[in-house]
């Protein structure tokens, strides 16, 4: 029988970083979440990271807060490199809970590509983002087997 996981929440505008078999958790509510691994280590991240909406006026986005978002995202990938020096096989995964209005939707699928750009320029080979609207979602990711859930 195998001991039970340690699970580690993961709180909006944060990233938390695993070098052992643990679950990565958050809750998902106008939020991105990017999970990355190695294909072959045991390490892996989460990176939460709200949508501000503003307004209800088309989502205008700005230099400001994607900055912080890029940085964010630059130093969750560059910390997880520093776990896992010999990681040959870098993956990512993308969830999104969007927000309701549609306008504001807008702007959330540009901060989506904008992360997804980043990750492949970083070398890392992203699949295709899960996003949908309505409740929150729940998220599990287990970076050891590059299993993630959503609900």
Do not use: N
Request: glycine letters at 4%; aromatic letters at 4%.
């Amino acid at each position: 029988m195998s001991s039970p996981q340690r699970e580690v929440r993961v709180a909006p505008d944060h990233f938390e970083i695993v070098a052992d078999d643990a679950l990565l958790i958050a809750e998902l509510r106008s939020a991105i979440a990017v999970c990355v691994y190695d294909a072959v280590e045991e390490a892996g991240a989460l990176l939460h990271l709200r949508f501000i909406v503003r307004s209800t006026r088309p989502a205008d986005l700005t230099d400001t807060t994607l900055a912080t978002e890029l940085l964010l995202l630059d130093r969750c990938v560059e910390s997880l490199r520093e776990a896992m020096p010999g990681a040959r096989d870098m993956q990512a995964k993308i969830a999104a809970h969007l927000p309701d209005d549609p306008q504001a939707q807008k702007g959330c699928e540009s901060v989506l590509t904008l992360v997804r750009h980043f990750l492949e320029d970083a070398g890392t080979t992203v699949s295709p983002a899960d996003a949908a609207a309505g409740a929150p979602r729940q998220l599990r990711f287990r970076p050891a087997m590059g299993w993630l859930s959503l609900r």
